[in-house]
């Protein structure tokens, strides 16, 4: 209507010059201005739920994802700054509302497939506290085949008796060719864990964020100093009698870093090839290398690269350059912003003894030398 409309006012326009021109013409500009404004400003009320999920991946692995997901996927070098991304929102959302207006049948706009269905995991991140699980799991989760529950389940430790579908409830959806994953530190040193993972499939895919015990356990004494100041010294919990040298170790801190006698219990339900071990330093030092390595043994395609990560000079650690579902930078070492307590070098000494024929066990177990000393 608004070309007709258009088409019978220009042609006169050319010759003769009327009031009646002027006003139709001003009426046609109102309704175009409208035609663009209204829509936008009832797409946000109405669609404000549906929003899309994007990932960015790299440009090799972008087409392959896009025809197989419908996900809102990006190759990294178009990936848009938040203002351009809030701006595609708007965009898929106001598509998908003309959709609706047009068809009356409601199809999600892109990126909102609520597709897949819930799993369990097919992979879990068991430990350890203090290691770097959590940056392991955000920075595998950047790619495209992985999705994981947000949150620590605990669901093999403290809540076994809600069963598997309580469980399988708490993952996200995912596509047949997708990943699911979990972490829950405290699995590692729960007794019971390999057992009851192994009953869930003993196919099951393990890794294990490993770091020097002693800088693991000054780290989970740090962090739990902050949530409890009256805690006694760390000397104090540490040791039975310091100057035997005698060390407690039903103490969590110290128990946590016996990676040897942890894995013993693991290697009685799983192979060792079902373990892959992620050394918590060199996820500071080289975090796409050890990357490299988590995605080879999930059998997944080497997306996560050294693309994704810059290294934050003041912080000292390696942050993501897109977190997914946040607008601020992701860091290694982010909870560590504190300062270590600071331990004398007599208790590190004789704490550094006390591990290294449980660390020299560990190396010999995984066949690898993670060099702590
Ligand atoms: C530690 O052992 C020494 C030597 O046997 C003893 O004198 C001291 O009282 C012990 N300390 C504690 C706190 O048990
Ligand atoms: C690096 O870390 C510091 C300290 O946490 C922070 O203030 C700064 O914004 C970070 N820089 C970048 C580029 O992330």
């Known amino acids: ?171 996200p959806r995912t596509l047949e060719s997708q990943i699911t994953m979990e972490k829950t530190p405290s699995y590692f040193v729960t007794k019971e864990t390999p057992h009851r993972i192994s009953a869930m499939s003993r196919d099951t895919k393990l890794i294990v964020v490993v770091r020097d015990p002693v800088t693991r356990a000054i780290s989970d004494y740090t962090q739990t100093l902050s949530k409890t100041p009256d805690l006694p010294s760390f000397q104090e919990l540490a040791f039975r009698n310091q100057t035997l040298g005698i060390v407690d170790t039903s103490w969590n801190a110290i128990r946590i870093g016996l990676y040897a006698l942890h894995l013993e219990n693991w290697l009685h339900y799983f192979p060792l090839a079902q373990i892959h071990f992620v050394s918590g330093e060199r996820l500071i030092t080289d975090p796409a290398g050890e990357l490299a390595r988590v995605q080879d043994f999930l059998g997944l395609k080497r997306i996560v690269t050294d693309k994704h990560f810059y290294f934050n000079r003041t912080k000292g650690f390696p942050c993501l350059k897109k977190p997914e579902s946040s607008g601020s930078p992701r860091c290694l070492g982010k909870s560590k912003g504190r300062t270590h307590v600071q331990i004398d070098r007599d208790a590190i000494e004789q704490l550094r003894d006390f591990y290294r024929p449980y660390n020299v066990k560990f190396y010999e177990m995984v066949g690898h030398d993670f060099k702590w000393e």
Request: overall charge positive; glycine content about 8%.
């Open 1 to 171: 209507m608004g070309c007709v409309l258009l088409f019978n006012r220009l042609l006169p326009f050319s010759h003769r010059f009327t009031r009646t021109s002027i006003g139709l013409l001003s009426l046609l500009l109102s309704y175009l201005c409208y035609c663009a404004l209204f829509p936008a400003d009832t797409i946000m009320q109405k669609a404000g739920d549906l929003t899309p999920s994007c990932q960015w991946v790299p440009a090799d692995g972008a087409k392959r994802r896009l025809q197989k997901s419908f996900s809102c996927v990006l190759p990294l070098d178009a990936r848009p700054s938040s203002v351009e991304a809030s701006r595609l929102k708007t965009d898929q959302r106001a598509s998908s509302t003309h959709n609706v207006a047009r068809n009356d049948t409601p199809s999600p706009p892109m990126g909102y497939v609520k597709f897949g269905n819930k799993k369990l995991p097919n992979a879990i991140i068991v430990g350890v506290k203090k290691g770097g699980t959590r940056a392991v799991l955000e920075f595998i989760r950047i790619h495209p085949d992985v999705r994981a529950a947000g949150t620590e389940t605990h669901f093999f430790d403290r809540n076994y008796d809600r069963g598997l579908e309580w469980y399988r409830g708490l993952m």
